[in-house]
């Protein structure tokens, strides 16, 4: 979900000498030589909320993901592996999980992290002023909600036992708790506590200069250009091997010459052709694929009568040629969806159990007579019964071409069934500011990111919903159905996973059927690097998993 990009062609001198020892495939080092920067980049500027419990866009979590450390991690096996926690314990009935601090633990100002930051953390979550997405987490804690509504001061059911030491107690099980709050970064209290939380989004100082317990330390934040950091002399989980790394903003198309250039290590090559990807690795570059932990979508504003017809909707499926999109946009690197679900999750249905809406031009024409549209004056644009055109605005992101490209294909697929559609072209923190924040759009592209438990409240369940100017909610289309409610409560009361799979399935059902958003395809995750670059073991869910061990020799 993702602004301002700087142009390569400034003196490569220049960039180098300011973003410190850039290196790459083609600089050569003497034997045994550790280089002492690794630049990582991105195509997409991070907003600078770098705050992980209020940022909602994936470059902001990617400098949290160095700076900040959670309970758990996620290891390059898609696994929990303990990380600030040195151990955990599930009690035997499931309802309460209590966790031991690592002892050595400091945030990058010298004080030590202990249980009073985990519980203020968690505690924030619950805050009734809390704007960010994951009240849901810490919802099921015992006296969570009595607190959310203001009346207690305290939540009963977070515990701090000793200085390093804290019980979570639930008030029933609560499935995907062991990975959600397991992976929720933690927050220093003696920082964020001096500040209320429905004030945080305003703290910008705060916000661009955050003060973790991880790896690094951020060092400098430069809006649409690059964030520096450096290794932590004293971090818990050991040395960190290289003294510094960099975030470097570039522009997708200039991402070979970057390389060519020695001026990065890492980079997000989703964007490139196949043609150029290879050509990288032809010339000694490492190439890397996993599955994404987002899929590409089209969502429609439920709240515009013109789009409550499911049958429209469904029109829209099968007139959006997906298989195409598939070959040509992304040239095959990645896989059609047909349910909000991640394709590599346990939780995903047989693809049997699902409409695969394939491309049908004239079922989608009928659908859309039975819908109510119909072109009978002869302009190639249907109408309601009203005279009405259906003419429908689609926001997408510029600066990622992966979209603009869908939505252009998306744009003449409509045509084809006599739907206007114009694109309106907007960099991605207004896309958020007016989608995510206004609810002002009819239809909208976007990336739906998943997590590593599949409960998907926190995206589709009806308090998800916002319909308040200025107040973000993250079941953005506003879809409202009391029976996907039911399942997504029960699916989160069992931790037994073939349960929960079957209740995901009849979820996923009636998504299928209801398309509350156009599902398009999910895009493999691919990175060139560094030949020389150890230690890199990136994953769907964590890509800066070891990343204290990283080092170029």
Wanted: charged residues 25%; proline residues 3%; negative net charge.
């Amino acid at each position: 979900m993702k602004g301002k990009i700087i142009s390569l062609f400034l003196s490569t001198t220049l960039l180098c000498t300011s973003l410190t020892g850039c290196s790459s495939k083609g600089v050569e080092n003497n034997e045994g030589e550790v280089k002492d920067t690794i630049v990582y980049s991105m195509n997409t500027a991070p907003q600078g909320i770098f705050n992980p419990l209020i940022s909602n866009i994936a470059n902001d979590h990617y400098v949290e993901s160095v700076v900040y450390a959670s309970l758990m991690t996620v290891n390059d096996q898609g696994e929990l592996e303990t990380y600030l926690a040195d151990e955990y314990k599930v009690s035997d009935d499931q309802k309460t999980i209590t966790y031991k601090i690592n002892e050595d633990a400091k945030w990058h100002d010298g004080e030590d992290v202990t249980a009073e930051d985990v519980a203020f953390t968690f505690t924030s979550m619950a805050s009734g002023d809390y704007t960010g997405g994951y009240y849901g987490d810490v919802q099921n804690i015992k006296g969570a909600e009595a607190y959310h509504d203001g009346k207690v001061d305290e939540i009963e059911g977070i515990k701090v036992i000793d200085e390093n030491t804290i019980e979570i107690e639930f008030n029933k099980v609560h499935a995907p708790a062991v990975t959600n709050l397991g992976t929720v970064q933690i927050l220093p209290e003696h920082i964020w506590s001096e500040v209320a939380v429905g004030e945080w989004t305003n703290k910008t100082d705060l916000l661009n200069n955050p003060i973790g317990c991880g790896p690094y330390k951020l060092t400098e934040y430069k809006s649409g250009s690059h964030v520096k950091f450096e290794a932590t002399s004293d971090f818990f989980g050991g040395e960190v091997k290289t003294k510094n790394l960099v975030f470097k903003v570039i522009n997708a198309d200039t991402t070979q010459a970057e390389f060519k250039n020695a001026s990065i290590d890492i980079a997000n090559v989703e964007a490139l052709s196949k043609v150029d990807v290879d050509a990288l690795v032809e010339e000694g570059y490492k190439k890397i694929a996993f599955d994404n932990y987002m899929f590409t979508y089209m969502g429609f504003n439920l709240r515009k009568e013109e789009l409550q017809d499911v049958k429209l909707r469904q029109a829209f499926m099968h007139a959006i040629n997906r298989q195409a999109i598939v070959e040509n946009v992304v040239e095959g690197r990645g896989k059609i969806v047909n349910a909000p679900i991640l394709p590599s999750s346990w939780a995903y249905p047989e693809e049997s159990e699902l409409d695969e809406y394939e491309y049908d031009v004239e079922k989608a024409k009928d659908l859309l007579k039975e819908a109510g549209w119909e072109d009978k004056d002869g302009d190639g644009i249907v109408e309601n019964s009203n005279g009405e055109k259906l003419e429908l605005s689609l926001v997408c992101q510029t600066g990622h071409p992966v979209r603009e490209k869908t939505a252009v294909v998306i744009q003449e697929n409509l045509k084809a069934i006599g739907v206007n559609i114009e694109i309106d072209s907007m960099e991605f923190s207004s896309v958020m500011d007016q989608v995510v924040a206004n609810h002002e759009f009819d239809l909208y592209m976007m990336g739906n990111t998943l997590s590593l438990d599949p409960d998907p409240k926190s995206m589709w369940h009806s308090d998800a919903i916002s319909n308040e100017k200025g107040v973000v909610g993250y079941n953005i289309v506003a879809y409202d159905n009391k029976e996907t409610d039911s399942l997504i409560e029960e699916g989160n009361a069992t931790l037994d996973q073939k349960e929960r799979k079957e209740i995901y399935t009849k979820f996923a059902k009636i998504l299928n059927e209801d398309v509350p958003e156009a599902y398009l395809f999910c895009q493999d995750i691919e990175r060139v690097y560094n030949s020389k670059l150890e230690g890199y073991k990136p994953s769907t869910f964590n890509e800066f998993y070891n990343v204290h061990n990283w080092v170029i020799k």
